[in-house]
């Protein structure tokens, strides 16, 4: 079955930087697009970043861009992002999602990211 494993959440002050993967396993990994999203419990979850299957292009928030990067490894079936520039606001549950040939989406369980002094 499909499983996607966020990781590299923590603590980090403003201004740092931290690098999340998402490990995933349970189908053809180089066939998904793939994306982050992010949710804190004032905002509904929103998208982050997205990349094609075969990395060739990619999309950001607007909240993030030049900050932030996405990138995958087929070789490896993972996808990461680099976070930059971290800001208090960045502080959220992010979590990595793709979305199945029938449509249904999947969902890993999360990992959080906490920005402050």
């Known amino acids: 079955q499909v499983q996607l494993v966020e990781s590299g959440g923590g603590l980090v002050q403003p201004g740092g930087s931290l690098r999340l993967s998402c490990a995933a396993s349970?189908?053809?990994?180089?066939?998904?697009?793939m994306s982050w999203y992010r949710q804190t419990p004032a905002k509904e979850r929103e998208l982050v970043a997205l990349?094609?299957?075969?990395?060739?292009?990619?999309n950001y928030a607007d909240s993030v861009k030049g900050r932030f990067t996405i990138s995958r490894d087929n070789a490896k079936n993972t996808v990461y992002l680099q976070m930059n520039s971290l800001k208090p606001e960045d502080t959220a549950v992010y979590y990595c999602?793709?979305?199945?040939?029938?449509?249904?989406?999947?969902w890993g369980q999360g990992t959080q990211v906490t920005v402050s002094s």
């Open positions: 990349i094609t299957s075969t990395g060739g292009s990619t």
């Open positions: 999602k793709t979305v199945g040939m029938d449509g249904k989406a999947y």
């Open positions: 349970g189908f053809t990994f180089s066939n998904y697009y």
